[in-house]
């Protein structure tokens, strides 16, 4: 007896990955033949029981290392300090957006930093793109990969985290933000809408870039209206211990 554990981004429809026919009936007998086939979101299990409707499918989270991650007291600084944490592409991440939106908040505010974590084969051409527009260095800082721990010092710092993916199932970078007790904007979006709630952030349409324009925002005057300790209270349903019992128990 087996068990897969799925994470692919590719069975959403809305994913530019598209799947032969050949390799959907492949992938129907491997579902069929499992003892149970995990997905981190219901989107996901949704997703692929058009696929297979008739396999056993259980979801189980994404898992993060609460030890990594956590709260720490912030520095004192005169800016709020926003941080996304991607490949930084324009395809899934919608990166380019992103920034965008950033110049438009840049021209009426100054208050404020994005930070970038990443080093996607997009990276230097969304450099250039930050030059440009005159933020890099300036308004956006680019980071490039960094290890775990120096991520998890870096998230506890930001005020929040943006993503504004154009599909994703349970990106990891929103879960280790829960964890940090630092709030998200994300957009609602494949698994995100099942993870983002009232207490934890906000999730926004992907199309309309003036709605991510407003709560950016307001954001930045608003983010005390969070508690880190509630975020963090309930992210440790993530945590590998928590997650790790449920795989226990399925085995």
Do not use: W
């Amino acid at each position: 007896p087996f068990i897969i554990t799925e994470h692919f981004s590719g069975y959403d429809p809305a994913a530019e990955y598209k799947m032969t026919a050949t390799r959907k009936k492949c992938i129907s007998f491997l579902l069929s033949q499992a003892a149970a086939i995990t997905t981190v979101s219901e989107f996901l299990k949704s997703n692929m029981q058009l696929i297979n409707r008739n396999s056993n499918y259980i979801v189980i989270s994404n898992a993060i290392n609460k030890n990594i991650f956590h709260i720490r007291e912030k520095e004192k600084r005169t800016k709020k300090q926003l941080i996304h944490i991607s490949h930084l592409d324009n395809q899934t991440k919608n990166f380019k957006k992103i920034i965008d939106v950033v110049k438009q908040v840049s021209e009426l505010r100054n208050d404020f930093e994005f930070h970038v974590v990443g080093k996607g084969i997009d990276l230097e051409k969304q450099k250039e793109y930050a030059k440009e527009l005159g933020l890099l260095n300036n308004i956006v800082f680019f980071h490039g990969y960094l290890p775990k721990e120096e991520i998890a010092k870096m998230i506890s710092q930001c005020d929040f985290m943006l993503m504004f993916s154009i599909y994703d199932n349970q990106p990891c970078a929103l879960l280790e933000s829960f964890m940090s007790g630092v709030p998200v904007i994300a957009s609602d979006v494949g698994g995100i809408k099942e993870i983002v709630n009232h207490n934890n952030g906000i999730t926004i349409p992907l199309v309309d870039t003036s709605v991510l324009f407003k709560t950016i925002l307001e954001f930045i005057d608003n983010t005390e209206k969070y508690n880190p300790l509630l975020i963090r209270e309930d992210a440790l349903k993530y945590s590998y211990e928590d997650v790790g019992k449920s795989f226990s128990l399925l085995y």
